[in-house]
């Protein structure tokens, strides 16, 4: 009885408002912490001081370490000094070459934030154009991940990424390794031209069916037909100014008579060009990819590749006329080069 009557005491003494007198303080609570003590001096037990700061190659190389990060934000201002540093000609000596900042810079493509891609656009544009070709098959194997991603928002910017590629190096792309093969099958799927299903349902015809919602679907897919027309026009295209340039080759050659095509047995300029003998490459079975990785450094040989979807590219241009307004202005241009193949 006697334990019982103390616990009742001692919980009702929890809930019982103190009473203040005038003059005296309130009771200290039993964990508070004593901060009544005095320091002259702070001591860190490690800093670093230093009169001199970073030189531009210590922070555009630690910029470039940050681009693994998980954070969105600071991919981007990353990339944002990245860009800066690079449009700088003095910046060229003190920084690590292209050749390992691209495959860092490649994986973010596929990041989910459209500012981010916007910026890696950027500085994409900051690259040397003999870096850009050195690098083709390395780019066109990210953009092809992009390309056919589920988010609309990544395809749309791997286009674009595309279209900077075609203009820097256009006639890299359609002859590297797997590059008019891949890029052309990825397009073929992006627009649901598919040869088994007879091109009956494509992405032109879904549009349609969207009704007023597919506004903004179809600037987009219109932007991704007008690089499509690019891509075939480098890589089957006939060039401009392709007949006088040829009589200027006949004239020259009759002149220097008979070292008549002299230039056709000289050793190529371009680089990696004996990359179609694959002599260091891995060795790959033809039966596995049905030849996608092939070198298609020929004009006939992109043109051979094309026939597997000539009668499905043929009537996906087709449906994409006949829903009229930009779509189909940009499929008349496109059926333009179709039509010179």
């Not at 001199?52 to 990353?78: K, N």
């Not at 300029?269 to 996608?292: I, K, T």
Request: hydrophobic share 40%.
């Amino acid at each position: 009885m006697g334990s019982s009557a103390k616990k009742k005491r001692e919980k009702k003494k929890d809930f019982q408002k103190t009473k203040l007198k005038v003059g005296k303080t309130a009771p200290k609570a039993s964990n508070v912490t004593d901060t009544s003590f005095k320091s002259k001096s702070i001591v860190l037990n490690q800093q670093s001081l230093k009169t001199s700061a970073p030189s531009q190659l210590a922070r555009f190389t630690h910029h470039l370490s940050l681009l693994s990060s998980h954070s969105d934000s600071q991919c981007r201002e990353s990339l944002a000094y990245l860009t800066t540093a690079s449009a700088v000609p003095a910046a060229k000596v003190s920084q690590p070459p292209w050749a390992v900042i691209i495959p860092k810079l490649l994986p973010l493509m596929t990041r989910t934030s459209s500012s981010l891609r916007t910026q890696l656009l950027k500085l994409f544009q900051q690259i040397p154009a003999d870096d850009v070709r050195n690098h083709v098959e390395l780019f066109t194997i990210y953009i092809r991940a992009g390309m056919t991603s589920l988010a609309a928002e990544i395809r749309a910017d791997a286009f674009e990424i595309l279209r900077w590629l075609l203009d820097t190096a256009g006639g890299e792309v359609v002859s590297c390794a797997g590059g008019w093969t891949k890029i052309l099958k990825s397009f073929v799927a992006v627009f649901a031209w598919d040869n088994k299903k007879g091109g009956t349902n494509d992405a032109f015809q879904q549009l349609t069916s969207m009704g007023r919602a597919a506004a903004s679907g179809e600037k987009s897919v219109a932007r991704q037909l007008q690089i499509f027309g690019l891509f075939l026009r480098h890589g089957v295209g006939v060039p401009k100014g392709s007949d006088r340039l040829l009589a200027l080759q006949r004239a020259a050659a009759a002149a220097a008579f008979p070292l008549r095509n002299a230039n056709q047995h000289l050793l190529p300029r371009r680089p990696n060009c004996f990359a179609y003998l694959n002599l260091f490459g891995l060795s790959h079975d033809d039966d596995d990819d049905d030849g996608e990785s092939d070198i298609c450094e020929d004009q006939s040989d992109r043109l051979k590749v094309l026939e597997k979807y000539r009668q499905s590219i043929d009537r996906g241009l087709t449906s994409a006329q006949k829903q009229g307004g930009e779509l189909g202005r940009v499929a008349v241009q496109v059926r333009q080069v179709w039509q010179d193949v």
